[in-house]
């Protein structure tokens, strides 16, 4: 039987310049006040078999996330309500971790509604730096600014427009998370199994997640570590998408296993840096993260 859960990516309102070790602390006294137990666990999947109504743990591979069971009531806690905690899969922690822009950064969001990512790497920067938000649907955009908005945001430049025209500070740029368009075939209750795959969709989709990273990769010139990643299971996104990237760019670019521990990756000899995520193997949404990084030449 199939275990479900919900994740917590804990952020706080950046403005205030809290530290993430004490924020920590005042989630948890909030939710023991309310009655719940956080205990220890030695994995991941054990940990969630033993999750009931009252409990939750700190997760073992991204200390801002807090799980939690499945059907958890988090209406009813301001600490939700004030907006200090934000409701995420685990694996779309993924690229913002694998990131992990340090404060005093530029960083870019190409592909930014809703805004989760966004915040996350905002937490990330402490709001010390530059954060550049793209979004090229303007209703989904009004979205985007809204949710940073209530987020408390503050570092956050959001931008209504195509990230392969978009005018914005190129030289400036340090990372770039890229999370394109996809055929979402990895959310959980879609029933891929029984639907045809449409292969010239596919194609398109791959097409253009191709010209963004090598767009990415070309038009920044200091930009140190780019994530790719989608929400699908398909090969033909993910890792023939890395596999055609690494043929043109081995030279300046290399993928980071930014999380060695994880337990399914990249499904190609060249790609066992990527991570794969899935309900059966993670307990997550279907998802892969590909992380590059510029190789950097030392002068002889």
């Given at each position: 039987?199939?275990?479900?859960?919900?994740?917590?990516?804990?952020?706080?309102?950046?403005s205030?310049?809290?530290?993430f070790?004490?924020?920590?602390?005042?989630?948890?006294?909030?939710?023991?006040r309310?009655?719940?137990?956080?205990?220890?666990?030695?994995?991941f999947?054990k940990?969630?078999?033993?999750?009931?109504?009252?409990?939750y743990?700190?997760?073992?591979?991204i200390?801002?996330?807090?799980?939690f069971?499945?059907?958890t009531k988090?209406?009813?806690y301001?600490?939700?309500?004030?907006?200090?905690?934000?409701?995420?899969?685990?694996?779309?922690?993924?690229?913002?971790?694998a990131?992990?822009?340090?404060?005093?950064?530029?960083?870019?969001d190409?592909?930014?509604?809703?805004?989760?990512?966004?915040?996350?790497?905002?937490?990330?920067?402490?709001?010390?730096?530059?954060?550049?938000?793209?979004?090229?649907n303007?209703?989904?955009?009004?979205?985007?600014?809204?949710?940073?908005?209530?987020?408390?945001?503050?570092?956050a430049h959001?931008l209504?427009?195509?990230?392969?025209?978009?005018?914005?500070?190129?030289n400036?740029?340090?990372?770039?998370?890229l999370?394109?368009?996809c055929?979402?075939?990895?959310?959980?209750n879609?029933n891929d199994d029984?639907?045809?795959i449409d292969?010239?969709?596919?194609?398109?989709?791959?097409?253009?997640?191709?010209?963004m990273?090598?767009?990415?990769?070309?038009k920044?010139?200091?930009?140190?570590?780019?994530t790719?990643?989608?929400?699908?299971i398909?090969?033909q996104?993910?890792?023939?998408?890395v596999?055609t990237?690494?043929?043109?760019?081995?030279?300046?670019?290399?993928?980071?296993?930014?999380l060695?521990?994880?337990?399914?990756?990249?499904?190609?000899?060249?790609t066992?840096?990527?991570?794969?995520?899935?309900?059966?193997?993670?307990?997550?949404?279907?998802?892969?993260?590909?992380c590059?990084e510029?190789?950097?030449?030392?002068?002889?």
């Amino acid at each position: 039987m199939k275990i479900e859960f919900s994740c917590l990516f804990i952020y706080f309102e950046v403005s205030k310049r809290i530290y993430f070790k004490k924020i920590i602390r005042i989630i948890i006294e909030s939710f023991n006040r309310d009655n719940h137990e956080k205990f220890d666990k030695t994995n991941f999947r054990k940990g969630v078999k033993r999750l009931s109504k009252t409990k939750y743990f700190i997760d073992p591979d991204i200390e801002h996330v807090l799980v939690f069971p499945s059907g958890t009531k988090f209406f009813d806690y301001d600490i939700y309500l004030n907006r200090h905690i934000l409701l995420m899969d685990k694996a779309s922690c993924l690229p913002c971790f694998a990131l992990s822009p340090p404060p005093g950064s530029t960083v870019l969001d190409a592909c930014a509604a809703p805004g989760n990512k966004t915040i996350c790497l905002a937490n990330y920067l402490k709001d010390n730096g530059t954060l550049y938000a793209i979004e090229m649907n303007k209703r989904r955009f009004k979205e985007l600014n809204t949710n940073l908005k209530s987020a408390g945001v503050t570092c956050a430049h959001t931008l209504n427009g195509d990230f392969l025209n978009i005018t914005i500070p190129f030289n400036e740029i340090d990372y770039i998370l890229l999370d394109p368009s996809c055929s979402g075939s990895g959310i959980r209750n879609r029933n891929d199994d029984t639907e045809i795959i449409d292969e010239q969709r596919l194609e398109r989709l791959a097409a253009l997640q191709i010209r963004m990273i090598t767009y990415a990769l070309t038009k920044f010139p200091k930009v140190k570590r780019i994530t790719y990643s989608t929400c699908s299971i398909h090969q033909q996104e993910n890792e023939q998408v890395v596999e055609t990237i690494l043929d043109q760019f081995s030279d300046t670019f290399q993928l980071v296993d930014f999380l060695p521990q994880w337990p399914s990756r990249g499904q190609t000899e060249r790609t066992r840096a990527c991570l794969r995520a899935s309900s059966e193997d993670t307990l997550t949404n279907g998802f892969f993260v590909a992380c590059f990084e510029r190789i950097i030449k030392m002068d002889i």
